[in-house]
Structures are given as structure tokens and as C-alpha cells.
């Protein structure tokens, strides 16, 4: 290579990938010095200076030029290398910064190889890998298949960064949404949760953000178009779309969809509802081994009982009991509370089993000293209100 022909090169590269002139002459300028070193001489006090202009290249020891005759042929080849280095290390950072951006989204990718039990998926500028646990288990893939994947992560492997690609993670079913849903993207409709069995069946909850816009009408589409095109792409996993509230029965009877619920009992205190449902809408409400119960349990985070109509007397006897034990124990603690014990001392009692001035009083007080977490000063505190 011509000193024209690197100053050319060296041009044209930095304006086509982006480099700045000054980062890859710097980058030249010390594969320089080490190719000088490697057969010349061992000084620490070596550097290299490189005319942009002509290309021209020099090796200088504490301020003497000691570039070797023929050192521009070296030069040229080093040049080459660093270039090309160069160029695959920007190029690489601009990809992995670019696809930075975009975990969390979903792409269209291209069905590359496999390499073991992992998919490697073409996604244009990059490669992305598809481990064993971000795959559905009833998809068979093939080469040359055409996917939608989530950008899930980027994470370090052993050659550099990795992008990380999943078709079995909830956020995919969201991200097609909005893709074909214009409500979505708009604002005016919002996926609220999912909750997802990849490859068998997902519970999508939506809610309006603007007055007179239905939300489950916007994601079906027209004729079922909308929600259609969802299902095909991940190869006809079944939907349910259902309406988000605030109101937590409201949600938990909108969950157990296309089950019809009677009623429901719900215990905010420990996010556990019962509901009850006709003979004929039991099997409909827990579905196939548990399915529709389990998902619509993951959907609102609540505990849900499914019973029968008839069940329900016995249920709210039970109810009453339960609030009548939890109201007893209540009362119990607000009067060991009363009696002027510490919050403290009270609940390390109650772990001990005495929950009331009754049961402290029929404790020994040798049992007492032995209960951990009651310390001499807590021992006279109770001894005072005990006298």
C-alpha cells in the first residue's frame, strides 16, 4: 500500500464507518511502536508519529528518530490491520448500543443455525441467542423460519457481548399488541398485565385511558383481525383478553373469564377471594388441569377458591368464625397492649403462645425466663403488671 493509498483508505474509512481520523491514527500509532519493539529494541521510552497527511510513519527513542529502513512496508501492513480492527470493534459497539436500546421490544428475526440446545436467530445487523429457558416448548423451530423475538437482554459471554432473545417471555405477547393495536401505541389503551403459559394460553388484562375508547374491542379489531395476527405469531397460543379495574373483585371475576361467577367474598387484609360459580361453569372456572384458575391467580396476585353455588353457606359460616377468631385475637393482644407491655414484648408473647393477660397469668414464671427474646428488663415489666 502507497503512502496515497493508505492516506486515501484511511480517509474513506473514517468517513463511511463514523471513526474519527484522530482514534485510529492513536491506534496506529501504538501498533507501531509495539511492531518496533517486537524486533528492535526493549526501551519503555519509545513512540510513533504518523503524517495524516502523507502517511508517512516514524519510530523516535528519547526524541531520535530510529525508524529501520523498510519500516514503511510494516507500517502499511499494520496500518491495514488496525483499520480493520478498528472498524469490527466500532462497528460492533454502534450494534450492541443500538440494540441497547431496544430490549424490551419485540423484532423480526431470521432462524440462523443451532448451536447445541441454543437457537441463533438473524436479526439483520446481529445475531441473537435463544437459550433452552426463552424458548416454548411446544415450538419445533427451523432454519431459514421467520420469528418474532423479545429483546430481553444483553448480557457478557466469552466472545463479547450477547444479545439475548426470548419467544417464551410474557412482555413478547405485549409488544405484538402493540404492534397491531394503534390504541396501544397511541396511549388511549393500555395493557395492564399478563399472565402467560408459553405455547398453551395467556390472560391478557386492558384498560381505557380515554372516555368512550372500549379497550378489549380495540385489541380484537375488527372481525377478530387484531387479536387474530397475535395468535398466529405465536402459533396459536390462546388469548384472553379481560378488563382491568381497580376494584379487586371487579378484576378477580373479570380474571376467571370466560368462566360466569355468582359472587364473591374477598379478604383484602390477605389478597384471598372466594368465589362461586353455577355446577355447570365449575369446570369452565378452574380449566383444564387448573389452567384458567392458576393464570388468573398470576394475573391479579390474589389467592382464588373456586366453589360451587351450594358450598356457599357453609363458606360464610365458616367466614363468620374466621373473623370472630381474628377478632378475638384482636382483642387479646390490644389488652396485653393495654395493660402498659411494650409492642415489642407483646409480640414476642404471643409467638410464645400467651396472648392474654389470662395466659400470662397461668404461665410459670420459670417457663417465662426461658422464652428467647425476653430479656430482665422485659421479665420486670411483666412482673409489675402481673402484681
Not at 448500543?97 to 441454543?118: C, I, P, T, Y
Not at 353455577?278 to 389467592?303: F, P, V, Y
Request: with cysteine; aromatic share 4%.
Amino acid at each position: 500500500m502507497s503512502r496515497n493509498e493508505f492516506v486515501a483508505a484511511l480517509k474513506q474509512v473514517c468517513a463511511e464507518r463514523g471513526l474519527e481520523t484522530e482514534v485510529v491514527l492513536e491506534a496506529l500509532r501504538v501498533a507501531l511502536v509495539a511492531a518496533y519493539r517486537k524486533d528492535h529494541d526493549e526501551s519503555e521510552d519509545l513512540s510513533a508519529t504518523i503524517d495524516p497527511e502523507t502517511g508517512e510513519a516514524n519510530i523516535y527513542e528519547k526524541e531520535k528518530n530510529v525508524t529501520p529502513p523498510g519500516f514503511g512496508r510494516i507500517a502499511a501492513q499494520t496500518a491495514k490491520q488496525v483499520i480493520l480492527q478498528k472498524i469490527r470493534e466500532a462497528e460492533k459497539t454502534a450494534i450492541v448500543s443500538d440494540f441497547e436500546k431496544k430490549v424490551g421490544l419485540a423484532v423480526s428475526g431470521l432462524v440462523q443455525r443451532f448451536e447445541g440446545q441454543n437457537v441463533i436467530v438473524d436479526l439483520g445487523k446481529a445475531s441473537g441467542i435463544m437459550p433452552p429457558q426463552e424458548k416454548v416448548p411446544t415450538e419445533h423451530y427451523r432454519l431459514n423460519q421467520r420469528l418474532k423475538v423479545l429483546i430481553k437482554k444483553i448480557r457478557e459471554g466469552k466472545r463479547g457481548p450477547e444479545i439475548i432473545i426470548s419467544r417464551s417471555d410474557k412482555d413478547l405477547v405485549k409488544q405484538l399488541f402493540d404492534m397491531e393495536v394503534p390504541e396501544i401505541r397511541s396511549g388511549a389503551v393500555e395493557v395492564a398485565a399478563i399472565s402467560r403459559e408459553p405455547g398453551s394460553r395467556s390472560k391478557v388484562a386492558v384498560k381505557s385511558n380515554q372516555q368512550g375508547v372500549d379497550p378489549i374491542g380495540s385489541c380484537v379489531g375488527q372481525k377478530g383481525v387484531r387479536v387474530q395476527s397475535v395468535t398466529r405469531e405465536l402459533f396459536d397460543e390462546k388469548i384472553d383478553l379481560v378488563n382491568f379495574s381497580e376494584d379487586p373483585e371487579k378484576f378477580v371475576v373479570a380474571s376467571l373469564s370466560p368462566a360466569r361467577v355468582s359472587d364473591i367474598k374477598v379478604n383484602k387484609k390477605k389478597l384471598k377471594a372466594t368465589v362461586y360459580v353455577g355446577e355447570d361453569q365449575l369446570s369452565l372456572a378452574i380449566g383444564k388441569e387448573g389452567q384458567n384458575a392458576r393464570l388468573a391467580a398470576k394475573l391479579t396476585g390474589w389467592k382464588i377458591d373456586i366453589k360451587q353455588e351450594k358450598d356457599r353457606k357453609d363458606q360464610e359460616s365458616d367466614n363468620e368464625e374466621e373473623e370472630k377468631t381474628e377478632a378475638k385475637e384482636e382483642t387479646e393482644s390490644n389488652e396485653l397492649i393495654a395493660s402498659g407491655l411494650g409492642k415489642r414484648i407483646v409480640s414476642t408473647l404471643e409467638k410464645a403462645g400467651i396472648k392474654s393477660i389470662e395466659d400470662l397469668k397461668n404461665k410459670d414464671p420459670k417457663e417465662l425466663v426461658k422464652i428467647k427474646g425476653l430479656g430482665k428488663k422485659a421479665l420486670e415489666e411483666i412482673e409489675a403488671v402481673l402484681k
